[in-house]
């Protein structure tokens, strides 16, 4: 007797809404809104471009890092109050994670229509890492760009690479801003410009490193009967979350876990399931989203997803392989070092930025025939998420 094995429907996204990344904290002349007033643009922008109603939505799915208790709910509270289930993600690339979780449930079945939201308003300066153990926080060990540039330190003993190689994604990242109507930064940088900037920790410039925003993103999943206009379609062909594992992570101390193996840590993990998963590899990719938010991150995260070997994505990079125009285009929205990063919803407009390259609707920075996109965020936990789109 033959089982069904295939229980798992497509999943669609129908409508996606951003607002532009920036600070709104009324300084400047700049208006003053806080992360649910975002939230709630992104949302009714979203609900306009998939063409439905509120009281469609059946469940959502979101997340605020430095929001505090209940921050979906404070988002969603500014569209409607229907008694739907909300699940908030708290967690470093919350907004990812909760679109994996919303995924699930439309792909199982237990709802055709659901949102996911992330909306942040950051403090500026140093953000605390609360994934840490509190000791580790008491000590400074928490300074995210100290550890970044740890690790920069090592990549450029191990394979070569010069600090003008990492000001290059800077360079890169800064041009695709220009073209993205939702990015925080509009000025192209030149490579004299990243070098001469202010030095963070040695050897990442201020340039080198991306600076906090404000803003949201929101996204309507459901079952593809349920869309209002077929045409273009994009589905999600997989979500997948992995966390550290032992000798991988800084936080807790793992690190000094001895193993008679090295582990994948979690961006390589999530990404191998990813690849086992959708039946792809890194050469099928159309346009990929790499978390950046120090300019090596970019180059090591495309190492570890697979999309070449250790140590050569910085000469790829020279070579203009991973430009708008090259072989494959990554971050064309800017990136996180160009769009800005505010955190909880930076997934999210990894994802959009995909949507609109798989429909043809990311403007001047369009990647012609772009139909699989992939997108790898990840966070404190740590965790990594990897999203797959296909159209």
């Not at 909306?119 to 928490?142: C, I, K, V, Y």
């Not at 920069?152 to 695709?176: C, H, I, L, P």
């Not at 407009?349 to 992939?374: C, P, S, T």
Request: with cysteine; aromatic share 8%; proline share 4%.
């Amino acid at each position: 007797m033959e089982m069904e094995v295939d229980l798992v429907r497509e999943v669609a996204i129908a409508g996606i809404g951003l607002t532009k990344f920036g600070r709104y904290d009324g300084r400047k002349g700049r208006p003053r809104k806080l992360y649910p007033e975002l939230g709630g643009e992104a949302i009714a922008q979203a609900l306009s471009y998939a063409d439905m109603e509120w009281k469609e939505i059946e469940a959502a799915f979101g997340g605020t890092y430095f929001g505090g208790l209940g921050g979906s709910h404070q988002c969603i509270e500014r569209v409607g109050l229907t008694g739907i289930p909300i699940v908030n993600v708290y967690s470093g690339h919350s907004s990812e994670a909760a679109l994996r979780l919303a995924y699930t449930r439309v792909a199982l079945e237990i709802y055709d229509v659901v949102l996911v939201v992330g909306a942040e308003t950051l403090p500026s300066g140093l953000l605390d890492n609360q994934a840490m153990p509190g000791w580790m926080r008491m000590m400074g060990l928490d300074v995210l760009p100290a550890e970044a540039a740890c690790n920069a330190v090592r990549y450029m003993e191990d394979y070569g690479a010069t600090v003008e190689d990492f000001a290059q994604v800077s360079v890169m990242e800064r041009k695709n801003a220009v073209q993205n109507p939702y990015a925080l930064f509009k000025q192209e940088v030149t490579l004299e410009e990243v070098l001469s900037s202010p030095m963070i920790s040695s050897p990442l410039n201020l340039l080198m490193t991306c600076a906090n925003a404000d803003g949201a993103v929101a996204v309507i999943l459901c079952s593809k009967d349920k869309l209002k206009s077929k045409e273009k379609a994009v589905t999600i062909a997989s979500v997948i979350q992995a966390s550290a594992t032992y000798g991988t992570s800084f936080s807790g101390g793992s690190t000094s876990v001895p193993t008679e193996r090295k582990n994948p840590d979690w961006v390589e993990l999530a990404a191998s399931k990813t690849w086992d998963a959708i039946g792809y590899g890194p050469e099928d990719i159309d346009v990929a989203q790499i978390y950046d938010p120090f300019a090596p991150s970019f180059l090591m995260n495309l190492e570890k997803c697979g999309f070449c070997k250790r140590g050569e994505a910085f000469q790829l990079l020279k070579d203009g392989y991973f430009g708008i125009e090259g072989t494959l285009p990554v971050n064309t929205d800017g990136g996180i070092i160009g769009r800005g990063h505010p955190t909880a919803a930076t997934g999210l407009a990894q994802v959009a930025e995909l949507f609109y390259q798989l429909r043809d609707e990311a403007g001047e920075r369009q990647i012609a025939g772009a139909k699989i996109g992939f997108a790898q965020g990840e966070g404190a936990g740590p965790q990594a998420v990897v999203t797959v789109l296909k159209r």
